[in-house]
């Protein structure tokens, strides 16, 4: 009779246990969870970054009226792929404009260069998963590219 009334006072205690216990769990699975999810995104968003630069890289200058070492349609070209290639990651890219980007041309011992990083400010947002995780709220990645056919270059 006593083996009986051990069990019916345990059940309670398990219960209490579970959860006690079940918020650390929770946690402790979620949080890699979370910087999954962010390295995966950010993978992502630097592929589509790379695409964009490679697309613009094969642009052609007008030739007498775009400056020496410039490409304006390379400028113009990456701005719309760049929205494009982001924007079709999924929905939590929607929001992502032209504006979210800097945009440059340089000239360095290598040749011509077009250079796109997040905007000024502006930082393409980060939506996580779970939230748990102290993680950056955004990208700040960049990607450089050579300018193929852009004349006045070293």
């Known amino acids: 009779m006593a083996e009986k009334k051990q069990r019916w ?3 309670g205690a398990n ?3 579970f959860a006690l216990t079940f918020p650390v769990f929770f946690v402790i699975l979620t949080i890699p969870m979370d910087y999954g999810w962010y390295f995966l995104q ?7 970054l790379r695409d964009a630069v490679r697309v613009a890289s094969i642009q052609k200058p007008v030739l007498g009226t775009d400056p020496v070492g410039t490409c304006p349609a390379c400028i113009t070209t990456l701005n719309a792929v760049v929205v494009t290639k982001v924007k079709a ?12 980007f800097t945009v440059t041309t340089e000239t360095n011992d290598a040749g011509c260069m077009i250079r796109i990083v997040p905007g000024t400010g502006i930082n393409i947002k980060h939506k996580p998963l779970i939230g748990l995780a102290p993680i950056p709220m955004g990208y700040g990645r960049g990607v450089i590219g050579m300018l193929e056919y852009t004349h006045g270059c070293t």
């Open 15 to 17: 219960a209490i246990e």
């Open 42 to 48: 950010q993978s992502l968003v630097q592929g589509a």
């Open 89 to 100: 990651l999924g929905p939590q890219f929607s929001a992502v404009t032209a504006a979210d």
């Open 9 to 11: 006072s345990r059940r």
